[in-house]
């Protein structure tokens, strides 16, 4: 028997125990599970240094704060997520109470990807714990020192037919979606995404795809210029830009380009230091692959700040292209770096048409002071999530669930949402005569 399905086979029959739909159970699932986060804390930080060269501060407020945030929540609310709801009934049957019961699918699956590879593992396990399954964790075999560290501490928190986690390349995913579970979460990019619920069809499991996209950027002639380029620093160059809600692209109007460049470029010697390159700090490129792939796109338009990189040190310092169009090689796929076009408009509304035109982004950021214009791009353009007058943070709320629409994705999670996707809702209906 594989390693694969013997673990499947382990877990289920754990599952059909009982244990795991016990409220109890799974509020000390994860009270276990805070602890060991805390203990494991610094060897986390180490592992994410050596994977992608985080530093301690961006490691932990990017990575360890979230998931102790979705922790702590899941903590204080799991006992009122669990229990049944009474709804109405229909006046056709006046003696009869309608009932939903949250319930746990049973085995899941969760694939992690590399760009946050502690935070987008221990995110979906939270609510998968929370709503009472046993879960399978695949951690990136891109980030190898996270990975091992993932291992580590479910192996020591969690008996292996509750939680456990198969470390591996490609041949691993592919066995592991071999594999009947009950549940997939995937976070990982569009094209692996199709591979994965083409895997699942084959069983009829269902899916939840975090993936990504080409997120635009929109600054107005009205926005606050200096807080708006501070946010979109942030924004874009957290991770060295390998964020999947980074904005992948800038729509400036072009009354306010020249003051906005000019922000930008002073935001990022604050924030970075005059010669990038000397940033012991700023993160990787994850591998040879990907730093290729991304000094392909330097080539593209006019470099207005930055352009520099090294392959040895996987390292490309922050970039502004302008001169780009539509068709150019960096506006064909999601970037994933720290490179970020520049478009400039009179009018936004063609810039609009465009973004409506291509696959839905996971995100959308829109700078300006005009609330008709917020009304304007909210209905016009479908996107994941997004914010007005900031970046990113959209997705650190327990009450807003983070997701992507077709291309980008499909299902939420975070806060009770987490606890939502991973339960199934069985509707009872009983009469009383």
Known sequence: MNQAKQLVDTQRMFFNTGQTKQVQYRIQALK??????????????????????????????????????????????????????????????????????????????????????????????????????????KPSELTPATSRLIYDLIQEVYPEEYIAVMEGEVETSTALLNEKFDYIFFTGSTGVGRIVMKAAAEHLTPVTLELGGKSPAIVHHDADLQRAAQRLVRGKFLNAGQTCVAPDYLLVHEQVYDQLMEQIQTEVHDKFGDDMMQNADFPHIVNTRNFDRLAAFLANGKTVLGGRSSRDQLMIEPTVLTDIDWDSPVMQ?????????????????????????????????????????????????????????????????????????????????????????????????KRNK
């Open 32 to 137: 276990d599970l805070r602890q060991g986060i805390e203990k494991y804390q610094q060897r986390i930080l180490d592992a994410l240094r050596a994977d992608l060269n985080k530093s301690e501060a961006e490691g932990y407020g990017s990575e360890i704060r979230i998931v102790l945030g979705e922790l702590d929540h899941a903590l204080e609310h799991l006992r009122d997520w669990a229990a049944p709801r009474t709804v109405p009934t229909s006046s056709v049957m006046p003696d009869a109470v309608s009932t939903i019961y949250p319930e746990p699918y049973g085995v899941a699956l969760i694939i992690a990807p590399w760009n946050y590879p502690f935070q987008l593992a221990f995110g979906p396990l939270i609510g998968a714990i929370a709503a009472g399954n046993c879960a399978v964790i």
């Open 333 to 429: 796929e999601e970037i994933f770096g720290p490179i970020l076009p520049v478009f400039t408009y009179s009018d936004l509304n063609p810039m609009l048409d465009e973004i409506v035109r291509r696959p839905k982004p996971l995100a959308l950021y829109l700078f300006t002071e005009d609330e008709a214009l917020q009304e304007k791009v909210l209905k016009q353009v479908s996107f994941g999530g997004g914010c007005i007058n900031e970046t990113l943070s959209h997705m650190t709320s327990h009450y807003l669930p983070f997701g992507g629409v077709g291309e980008s994705g499909m299902g939420s999670y975070h806060g009770q949402q987490s606890f939502e996707v991973f339960s199934h809702h069985k509707s009872v209906l």
